[in-house]
């Protein structure tokens, strides 16, 4: 299938994003760069909600969850991030939240969805 990880997160971020789409939410944003620490993968609305999406992507799962890999360091930083983008985003929000998609491409395609994490 593919083989560089930056293919496997490249791709991954694509099916999150169908996978929001289908389910109600409006992509915005995708790989906005804050630092060289810290990158938020997807921003969508849903609902009245700013969404701040992380996305894990695995070839398969012989190494762990693609969870795991949402360390207190990368959580830090991605918080980090979504307040400077909110204290220059031109719409206000009151109501924002941190979701994580974890991909498993193979044996079978498995997407699942963690919403409003907190470490």
Do not use: W
């Not at 799962?61 to 360390?71: C, L, N, R, V, W």
Request: hydrophobic share 35%.
């Amino acid at each position: 299938m593919m083989s560089s990880n930056r293919k496997i997160g490249q791709y991954g971020e694509d099916l999150a994003c169908k996978f929001l789409t289908d389910n109600g939410y409006k992509v915005i944003e995708r790989n906005v760069h804050f630092s060289k620490f810290c990158e938020i993968d997807i921003i969508a609305k849903y609902k009245n909600e700013l969404v701040f999406v992380e996305v894990k992507t695995r070839k398969n799962d012989k190494s762990g969850s693609p969870f795991e890999a949402i360390t207190y360091t990368k959580y830090k930083h991605l918080k980090q991030g979504i307040f400077m983008f909110l204290s220059n985003y031109k719409e206000k929000y009151a109501n924002f939240r941190i979701d994580v998609i974890g991909i498993v491409l193979e044996p079978e395609t498995k997407i699942e969805h963690l919403k409003n994490i907190s470490l």
